[in-house]
């Protein structure tokens, strides 16, 4: 009988620990990645006619410097007029920048509006990664996380085609790695009852 309970206890508590498991590692998937559904108007040193985009299939028209963001892989949403740059942006809020031909110095201001087509506020706007660039770009949140400032003007621009990559995020998605108190709980509740049942075990 004592035996039968131990395992029982065992059963329980190895459940309550995979159960725990797999509620860390399953994704959120009710919560809205920082870009989705984002609609952008962008500026190039304060003009909207300097950035060409997607949904106009990069015509200089008017109205091109808004576009809807795209799915990765499917695209830049702008490039400049002046062919120097284009911008890819990813819902999950990453932004990738290519340069298009060499960079002379001179002033690369950006701005990049999202307005109302956020599910909620940006909170960080970081580097990720620079390759065949040297220097230090100036990342900026605007307007109460509804835009984003990018100047490239200190940068210095290698032989051939560099990249930088930024990543936005907003406090719904702030990164991965620390799980909510509930799985927590769940998970301690799981181990201890696995070592009483261990001591019952061995009394």
Known sequence: MKIRETLVRTAI????????????????????????????????????AAMLGLDQGFAAVPGSNTTAIYPSGAGVEFFTADALFGFDFNDDGSLTIYNNAPVP????????????????????????????????????LLDGGRALGLDLSALSWEDGYGTITANAGNAASPGAGVPEPRTAALLLGGLGMLMLSRRRKTL
């Open 13 to 48: 508590a190895r459940t309550a620990i995979f159960s725990a498991l797999a509620a860390m590692a399953a994704p959120a998937q009710a919560t809205p990645l920082p870009l989705q559904n984002a609609v952008i108007t962008a500026t190039y040193n304060g003009d909207g």
């Open 105 to 140: 110095t001179g002033s690369y201001s950006f701005r990049f509006d999202f307005g109302a087509s956020l599910a909620a506020p940006l909170t960080s706007f970081t580097l990720a990664e620079m390759t065949g660039v040297a220097g230090m770009p100036l990342l900026s």
